[in-house]
């Protein structure tokens, strides 16, 4: 014999029903106004989701960067004419050394020493620069995304140290970031500059060559080459310093209106 369910319920009972909930009371406008029936106040505007990442701030321009390549320019400049002060008095000893068959390379001046001064003057000055120019780089392919750069970044340093390419490469990676921060025609001083820079390398590395004795040259040489490299470099300085005040200038006034 089968025995009933005691926990089923009895047959042709109605299983209760759940009272209706109590409607919710109509959203009403702040501050105590009237609020006509029925009235919804419109819908908020929905919150990023958990984890999304905010808006990313606007890049700052390398003023910092800007002002320690402009002093390491000038540095290099004051350095350069104290060197071609210190040539002249070099010419005597590096003839009298070379009338005794001596070498160059055991002769040792004031000239000498500030030729070993300026080295890590150049090196500081070359790091400085390519890192103000590498911000700048970045900060105007966003602002200027049509300009063309012709040069990757990589040709940012690399441009300034690799044979036959140093001659140009630095020059167009220079004109495309001034383009894309300023914008118009290319100024014939971004020529210039680039051309003092050619000519102050060149003599001297001709003046390094003659005072250690590594060119069949007359000492007397020294100085002529360090008085043209002189030239080049305090020319080519102030132009540089003008182009790097425009193109953090440049890139200062576009970015006022995003911060």
Known sequence: MTQPDPFAPPSGA?????????????????FGAY??????PPAAAPSAPV????????????????????????AWSVV???????????VAPYEAALAAGGSL??????????????????????????LWLQQCRRIAMVLSPAVRQVRGPVWVWLGWAVPVVSLWFPFQVVRDVR????????????????????????????AAFSSLGLAARDPETVPVFEGLATVAVVAGAVLWIGLVREITGGLRARLAPVA
Not at 51 to 74: D, H, K, Q
Not at 106 to 114: K, N
């Open 179 to 206: 383009a894309a921060a300023v914008g118009g025609r290319t100024p014939s001083r971004l020529g210039w500059w680039w051309a003092c820079w050619l000519v102050g390398l060149w003599a001297s590395n001709q």
């Open 105 to 130: 390379l055991s002769v040792s001046t004031p000239y000498d020493e500030l030729g070993n001064l300026l080295l890590p003057l150049q090196v500081a000055a070359f790091v400085v620069a390519c």
């Open 51 to 74: 984890g999304w990442a905010s808006p990313a701030p606007a890049p700052a321009t390398p003023t910092g960067l800007a002002t320690a390549t402009v002093a390491l320019a000038v």
């Open 14 to 30: 109605t299983p209760p029903v759940a009272p209706p909930a109590a409607p919710a009371p109509a959203p009403q406008p702040r």
């Open 80 to 90: 350069q004419v104290v060197l071609l002060a210190a040539s002249f008095p070099a």
């Open 35 to 40: 609020a006509p029936p029925g009235y919804t």
